[in-house]
């Protein structure tokens, strides 16, 4: 049963009006994730490479999905007409939610503050830490207030308040699996490659697993390349993955007097959607695709944001190669980012089944437009 926003679309719309973005105390722009408002009612090209689902999840069968989903809830409840399931979470229940999510970036254009939301909640992962939750990631641990507090999530108080709803709804799904599923679907929702995705990520249980502060990127550190470098290299992820997820600035903007970035106002924002105002990285900022890079490349429009990290994509000789090529060829771009983002949003990630599961068909399970069976 999907949920009903009759009656709560005007609230949600006042949540999305909000500028969504990182501090205001410093230049650090934590959402150098997605340093945005919101975005996205534009459902543009896609890339036409096909990868099967194999490439991605050599570990991951749909025996796990279509046979191990038993429903065995020892409470025997049901809500919606789904009964909850042994895994982390329940797969059908995933699947109705992310029809919910799309209905919502329908309504409100709030794509990019769903991407930041599971960006910001996998990016605190520190791969030289074993224990879980204290290793950071996607682990749900952004829903707690203490986190939700840090200077670099500043607005994605008003994310959660947009998933709540349908958190409610589909009690048997958890908070980890919500935040990336529906980064995911904003990604899909706005023109961009279809991102395999495995679930089944166990929630930390309380404040005491959220990751201290200043774990996130800032966007104007003195070293740009240097802080890139080292804030992505204690995740695990390569210059390609960098910068292949710094392509989703393409969506949203930012606004000086919450980040301490951007213009108050340009012509690409006067008119929203949302709240006006603030700038943007790309003319269409509520399209996923690779004016970003394009944009840079140029460098031809005042009236587009280009941050120090951003910038240093195009002269920093490790970061340069790969960006001159997404400038060049969307469809690589395309690929490369579904893999990073797919990446990003499994770090730090404790499965139930530690094998995770998938909730589309293998052939569904690719990038792009095309159908390949794996």
Not at 49 to 65: G, I, K
Not at 94 to 99: D, G, P, T, W
Not at 328 to 353: C, I, M, N, R, W
């Amino acid at each position: 049963m999907a949920v009903s926003f009759i009656g709560f679309r005007a609230s949600v719309l006042q949540i999305v009006g909000l500028t969504l973005v990182a501090p205001t105390s410093t230049k650090a722009c934590g959402a150098y994730f997605g340093c945005t408002s919101h975005g996205s009612e534009f459902r543009g090209l896609r890339s036409n490479r096909s990868l099967a689902v194999s490439q991605f999840f050599p570990r991951v069968s749909m025996e796990v999905f279509e046979h191990r989903s038993t429903f065995a809830s020892t409470s025997g409840t049901q809500r919606g007409g789904l009964a909850s399931t042994s895994f982390a979470s329940d797969p059908k229940q995933l699947k109705n939610a992310r029809e919910d999510i799309k209905t919502l970036i329908r309504n409100t254009f709030c794509n990019p503050i769903l991407i930041r939301l599971g960006w910001h909640d996998a990016g605190t992962y520190d791969k030289d830490i074993e224990e879980w939750p204290t290793r950071g990631g996607a682990n749900g641990s952004l829903r707690h207030d203490i986190e939700l507090s840090h200077k670099a999530n500043a607005g994605l108080d008003n994310a959660l308040k947009l998933l709540t709803p349908i958190k409610e709804n589909y009690p048997n799904i958890t908070w980890a699996d919500l935040f990336q599923l529906a980064s995911a679907t904003a990604i899909e929702e706005a023109g961009g490659p279809k991102i395999p995705m495995r679930y089944g990520r166990v929630d930390a249980p309380g404040p005491e697993g959220c990751p201290p502060e200043g774990k996130l990127p800032d966007a104007g550190p003195p070293a740009p390349a240097d802080h890139l470098h080292q804030v992505f290299y204690r995740m695990g992820l390569s210059d390609k993955e960098i910068v292949a997820l710094s392509g989703a600035h393409t969506l949203g903007r930012s606004r000086p007097e919450r980040s301490g970035w951007g213009k108050p106002e340009t012509r690409y924002t006067k008119d929203g959607p949302g709240k006006p105002g603030g700038q943007s990285w790309t003319a269409q900022w509520l399209k996923f695709d690779n004016s970003y890079f394009k944009d840079i490349k140029e460098k031809k429009d005042d009236d587009l944001l280009v941050l120090p990290t951003d910038a240093v994509l195009f002269t920093d000789p490790s970061f340069q190669i790969y960006a001159e090529k997404y400038a060049e060829d969307q469809e690589v771009f395309f690929t490369d980012y579904a893999l990073a983002h797919s990446k990003l949003s499994e770090l730090g990630a404790k499965f139930d089944p530690p094998e995770g599961f998938l909730i589309d068909e293998p052939s569904e399970q690719l990038i792009g437009d095309k159908s390949f069976a794996a």
